[in-house]
Nanobody, 113 residues
Framework: QVQLVESGGGLVQPGGSLRLSCAASGSIRSIDNMGWFRQAPGKERELVAR??????IYADSVKGRFTISRDNAKNTLYLQMNNLKPEDTAVYYC????????WGQGTQVTVSS
């Protein structure tokens, strides 16, 4: 019932920035738990950042560089990524937990010079 669509990925040089967006099909006001995951080739999907009950958590690898936020009026979840590193290259997925888990289709982020 809830559909999530990521956008904003692309190719960026090391040290650059990107802002990922996750647009929900409907209101996200009732969805308290949302997050961003990523999966690099040959690696398991990992939690990047989560926002729940107004509290944010981040993977150690992105602390101080990434910021998760949400705009309920726009029904959109964001991930601001600064000082990107080649190790950040992955497909980034939006996630929402509302009785069941929902996933977007993912957006590719490639960090390379």
């Amino acid at each position: 019932q809830v559909q999530l669509v990521e956008s904003g990925g692309g190719l960026v040089q090391p040290g650059g920035s990107l802002r990922l967006s996750c647009a929900a099909s409907g209101s996200i006001r009732s969805i308290d738990n949302m997050g961003w995951f990523r999966q690099a080739p040959g690696k398991e999907r990992e939690l990047v950042a989560r926002i729940a009950s107004g509290t944010t958590i981040y993977a150690d690898s992105v602390k101080g560089r990434f910021t998760i936020s949400r705009d309920n009026a726009k029904n959109t979840l964001y991930l601001q990524m600064n000082n990107l590193k080649p190790e950040d290259t992955a497909v980034y997925y939006c996630n929402a937990v509302f009785y069941v888990r929902y996933w977007g289709q993912g957006t590719q982020v490639t960090v390379s010079s």
